[in-house]
């Protein structure tokens, strides 16, 4: 077998995991009309068809990367790449709903565990500060740039016949990413050091599992249902296994056993903080994704397949401002992410006053390429600022909560912000997307207010 010290070349390799991982999320939005004609399902199903893919994604995260620690990293996310090429094979083959959403909830499930791990070779591979900063950078260019390229290949495939239905492509275009991955990461990615000496945490798996799916769960399905006795309790539920969750994890700590999450982590201020600000960010970031999608069609007329294409302009404006981010951070510090953020409330203020039917394509354009840019500014440096003081022996279980906070603002974004969106829309497509940013603003504030709290660091020193 070869192998390479270049750890760029690695990070190139493993960054496959994310770019799927995210494509995925988002390439459902714009198809959904066409796979719930495909598959005849209800509205129900198909928001299931977001959802279990979020829920078995969130639900395992820490998991994932928790199993890269002891298992080894390079393993762990050659079989979840594996694994997710698979179940999106089999996505693209079922025959109805039920085989659909399955499927996703598997597809969800293994990219829990190969995402972590690209997050914890950043942590390993990038020790030197400037390095590391460029890596998070590439990440979350990675992050934005596959949340962009899934709305573009939603609308393109799903208005695509060929020899198939169109909204098969859009599972079946994992395929020969996933097999020229996994040669790669064969040939190329060196193994990490495994923590084979001590037992892994089976019992706080299905405690966390158990908690993340109460919380989730009926946060995405009680809506649709109408806000049953069962989502309550189940929210309920959800809180006292956390609480035991933690508690279980302390004792395993005072115990010298070896517990899923290292309560430790939670003493490094900055990481706090940064989680915090990861949580309201994904939380707008995902349900801003999903409101444009829809008010793009129905609210302004716009067919697929232009609303697919409408998000290229700020895809490439999110690359130009994450790359000057990724350089700029070094020396300015969360002044980037600052200034990104107010320009993120500029373009969310204008979209809700402006946008209306018959509004010109170019400002459309225009608000959406400043959100691009803004957003680039924020996103890919969050990670940074999240992880910066996490030592390197915690990576894994520090990538598994960071990943796990991302993917349930996710689903918190598309149950909550998503939830307001659909309610309004009985009255007004345009009164809907009004109401819903109001909410995406809500989630930027307290994304400012976080960084306010951050001290301004150059290489650690204080600015």
């Known amino acids: 077998m070869k192998t390479t010290k270049n750890k760029w070349l690695e990070l190139i390799i493993v960054l496959s995991a994310p770019l799927l991982s995210v494509i995925d999320v988002f390439i459902i939005n714009i198809a959904i009309p066409t796979i719930k004609k495909g598959i005849h399902a ?3 199903e198909m928001q299931f068809v977001i959802a279990g893919y979020l829920l078995g994604y969130a639900a395992f995260l820490i998991t994932g ?15 979840g790449m594996f694994a997710f090429t698979v179940a999106s094979c089999l996505c693209g083959l079922s025959q109805s709903a039920l085989q659909l959403n399955v499927t996703r909830f598997f597809q969800g499930l293994s990219a829990s565990f190969m995402v972590p791990q690209t997050i914890a070779f950043i942590q390993i591979l990038f020790t030197d500060t400037r390095e590391r900063a460029k ?13 962009a390229i899934g709305q573009v290949l939603g609308g393109y495939l799903s208005d695509t016949h060929w020899i198939i239905e169109g909204w098969r492509l859009v599972f079946f275009i994992n395929l020969p990413i996933g097999i020229v991955t996994l040669w790669a990461t064969y040939q ?16 706080g798996v299905l405690i966390l599992t158990l908690a993340l799916f109460s919380l989730i769960y009926p946060l995405i399905q009680g809506r649709e249902a109408g806000w049953p006795l069962w989502s309550f309790g189940l929210l309920g539920l959800s809180f006292i296994l956390f609480v035991f969750f933690i ?18 982590l939670f003493g490094i201020k900055d990481f706090n903080i940064g989680l915090i600000a990861v949580l309201f960010h994904f939380m707008l970031h995902t349900a801003y994704l999903l409101l444009s999608a829809v008010y793009l069609q129905n609210g302004l007329g716009i067919s697929a397949l232009d609303s697919g294409l409408y998000f290229i302009v700020p895809g490439i404006l999110f690359v130009i401002s994450s790359v000057m981010a990724s350089r700029l951070i070094v020396t300015y510090g969360k002044r980037v992410l600052q200034i990104g953020v107010a320009i993120l409330a500029v373009a969310f203020y204008f979209q809700m006053t402006l946008w209306k039917p018959g509004i010109s394509i170019g400002l459309v354009i225009g608000l959406m390429g400043m959100w691009g840019f803004g957003n680039g ?16 022996q915690y990576a894994g279980g520090a990538a598994g909560i960071y990943s796990t906070f991302q993917q349930t603002a996710s689903a918190l974004g598309v149950s909550l912000i998503g939830g307001v969106f659909f309610y309004f829309s009985k009255e007004s497509w345009q009164v809907a997307y009004h109401f819903g940013i109001i909410g995406i603003l809500v989630c930027l504030l307290m994304v400012g207010v976080m960084l306010q709290l951050l001290p301004v660091k150059q290489s650690g020193v204080d600015r």
């Open 42 to 44: 209800t509205d129900g």
């Open 65 to 79: 990367g928790r199993a890269g620690d002891h298992f080894g990293r390079k393993k762990v996310f050659f079989w």
């Open 135 to 147: 890596a998070f950078g590439l990440y979350g260019i990675t992050l934005g740039t596959a949340a």
């Open 188 to 203: 190329y990615v060196n193994e990490t050091e495994k923590h084979e000496n001590t037992q892994f945490d089976y019992t």
């Open 247 to 264: 508690y279980n994890q302390k004792q395993k700590l005072t115990n010298n056993q070896n517990p899923l999450i290292d309560v430790r």
């Open 377 to 392: 500014l924020v996103l890919p440096s969050l990670l940074n600022i999240a992880l910066k003081n996490v030592p390197s």
